[in-house]
T-cell receptor
Framework: AQSVTQLGSHVSVSEGALVLLRCNYS??????LFWYVQYPNQGLQLLLKYTSAATLVKGINGFEAEFKKSETSFHLTKPSAHMSDAAEYFC????????????FGQGTRLTINP | DTAVSQTPKYLVTQMGNDKSIKCEQNLGHDTMYWYKQDSKKFLKIMFS???????INETVPNRFSPKSPDKAHLNLHINSLELGDSAVYFC??????????????FGPGTRLTVL
């Protein structure tokens, strides 16, 4: 069965600093990978997804992620953090073809310090 | 122009009661889902319906019964509510593109509190 591990349940960075949220996955088949963001008291919003095309994926709000098969990783980055980036971030892998059955990591809470 | 909507947003009820949460999507998707997010923010899929047919049924107590009257709606009925059912429940939907399930879009969530 597929699984996702997000390293660090809480990450804190200064405004303007690099954001790096780590995600490692386990999958016996080529995975589909996703990053979602959840703002307080809201639903999940898709940031970006990897579906076996380009390994460097660009998403919304200046985020991007790189699929590294050799490291089974899909880390999320943003060059310069903004206060509005404070939220919970979830990495997810799909079981089977497509995004039918998502398995989520435990989430990483990102805090931005002024 | 809400894509995936859920009602109610908040639900507070007593143990032993029966309650329903409704979900509607106006995206024209044919697959819908229910997820449970616990107090530690862990998200886990409960059910998935494709064109009103149940296709994913995780290990969920049979007190939980999804119902899909049409492909735009997926409701969740919970019987005999227990304290452990307190969570945020998210509905989601997705389309199928070239035979592959595409991105899931989530609703705003329903926070259920069982007293």
């Amino acid at each position: 069965a597929q699984s996702v591990t997000q390293l660090g349940s809480h990450v804190s960075v200064s405004e303007g600093a690099l954001v790096l949220l780590r995600c490692n996955y386990s999958s016996s088949v080529p995975p589909y990978l996703f990053w979602y963001v959840q703002y307080p008291n809201q639903g999940l919003q898709l940031l970006l997804k990897y579906t076996s095309a380009a390994t460097l994926v660009k998403g919304i709000n200046g985020f991007e992620a790189e699929f590294k098969k050799s490291e089974t990783s899909f880390h999320l980055t943003k060059p310069s953090a903004h206060m509005s980036d404070a939220a919970e971030y979830f990495c997810a892998v799909s079981e089977g073809q497509g995004a039918q059955k998502l398995v989520f990591g435990q989430g990483t809470r990102l805090t931005i310090n002024p | 122009d809400t894509a995936v909507s859920q009602t109610p947003k908040y639900l507070v009820t007593q143990m032993g009661n029966d309650k329903s949460i409704k979900c509607e999507q106006n995206l024209g998707h044919d697959t819908m889902y229910w997820y449970k997010q616990d107090s530690k923010k862990f998200l886990k899929i409960m059910f998935s319906y494709n064109n009103k047919e149940l296709i994913i049924n995780e290990t969920v107590p049979n007190r939980f019964s999804p119902k899909s009257p049409d492909k735009a709606h997926l409701n969740l009925h919970i019987n005999s509510l227990e304290l452990g059912d307190s969570a945020v429940y998210f509905c989601a939907s997705s389309a199928r593109l070239a035979g592959v399930t595409d991105t899931q879009y989530f609703g705003p969530g329903t926070r259920l509190t069982v007293l």
